[in-house]
């Protein structure tokens, strides 16, 4: 072989293809998120691949912009959302190398108004919905919501081998959002309230079980508990458990706690989301310099 043949650079192999199908690129696009953002982003491509008709490989972006006209039934957040996951699958196809182009580039979002404010409760609501609550297991559970700060699925995805008492009360190792894994230390009046729903439970036992079967309280009968509790105490919301979640921050920051310290409990990826709190209840404005 001369030298001039051994100089020339080699071509390059052709790209492995890496799905072949419209439902294998969804199913890889959704592997490895949580089984919660499995069903939602499923069932809005479902809508999206019904509404469009055809292939992937053949939507334009006339078709986004129809669904996206097509969804004014729904409500903003739950819109946003389902335009961001159809966003999302067409450029993960268009890197993979599955589809031509990303269409969805071009499309614009809806403007999506920031509700927290209203979805934070007063620091006394919170303590009557607590004090309020008549049995221990669902006391102990709306405590552990509010002090933790942690999501609904993380409370009814504990284990008591994830619960460990200290000196200072007690503290829970939770596994959150995009696979992180924290510890949130709880006072001891909260350890107090977990620990007596304990008895003989085996590390394995989940923390709150439900009433049939002993299996562990799914998500949508917390919402049930929470409800009952917001409308016992009088609190005429449509109170959830994240609104409790949302109460923590803000009150936690009302009393002073350090913003990265919030952060770490809460377990958010990045401080601009627990500042959101901060702004959802300003403590000082410039009205106040106003002749008025």
């Not at 986004?64 to 999302?88: E, G, H, M, N």
């Not at 700060?149 to 008591?160: F, M, N, T």
């Not at 000196?167 to 977990?194: C, E, H, M, N, Y």
């Not at 002993?214 to 009968?221: E, H, I, K, S, T």
Request: proline content about 6%; hydrophobic content about 40%; glycine content about 6%.
């Amino acid at each position: 072989m001369s030298e001039t043949a051994l100089s020339k650079p080699l071509p390059l192999a052709p790209a492995a293809q890496q799905a072949h199908s419209d439902a294998q690129v969804i199913q890889i696009w959704l592997h490895g998120r949580s089984l919660h953002t499995q069903r939602a982003y499923a069932a809005d491509i479902h809508r999206f691949c019904a509404h469009a008709g055809k292939p992937l490989a053949t939507v334009t972006l006339a078709d986004l912009q129809a669904f996206a006209d097509s969804l004014q039934d729904l409500a903003p957040a739950s819109r946003y959302r389902t335009l961001s996951a159809v966003k999302s699958l067409v450029g993960f196809g268009h890197q993979l190398g599955y589809l031509p182009f990303d269409v969805g580039r071009a499309l614009r979002l809806p403007a999506l108004r920031n509700r927290l404010a209203e979805r934070i409760l007063p620091e006394a609501d919170v303590q009557r919905i607590l004090s309020l609550e008549p049995n221990q297991r669902n006391r102990a559970l709306l405590m552990l919501l509010y002090a933790s700060g942690g999501r609904v699925s993380e409370i009814c995805d504990l284990r008591w081998r994830d619960v460990q008492a200290n000196g200072d009360g007690a503290q829970i190792t939770v596994f959150g959002k995009g696979g992180r894994t924290r510890t949130v230390q709880l006072p001891q009046s909260v350890a107090r309230l977990l620990m007596l729903l304990k008895d003989d439970a085996s590390p394995e036992e989940p923390v709150f079980r439900s009433r049939k079967g002993g299996q562990a309280l799914q998500p949508v009968a917390v919402l049930r508990i929470v409800r009952l509790a917001a409308h016992r105490a009088g609190v005429e919301l449509p109170v959830s458990p994240h609104w409790l979640r949302h109460a923590h921050a803000s009150h936690a920051l009302d009393r002073g706690a350090p913003i990265h310290l919030v952060q770490a409990t809460l377990g958010h990826a990045s401080i601009t989301t627990t500042g959101r709190y901060l702004h959802a209840r300003p403590k000082d404005s410039s009205s106040r310099f106003l002749a008025v």
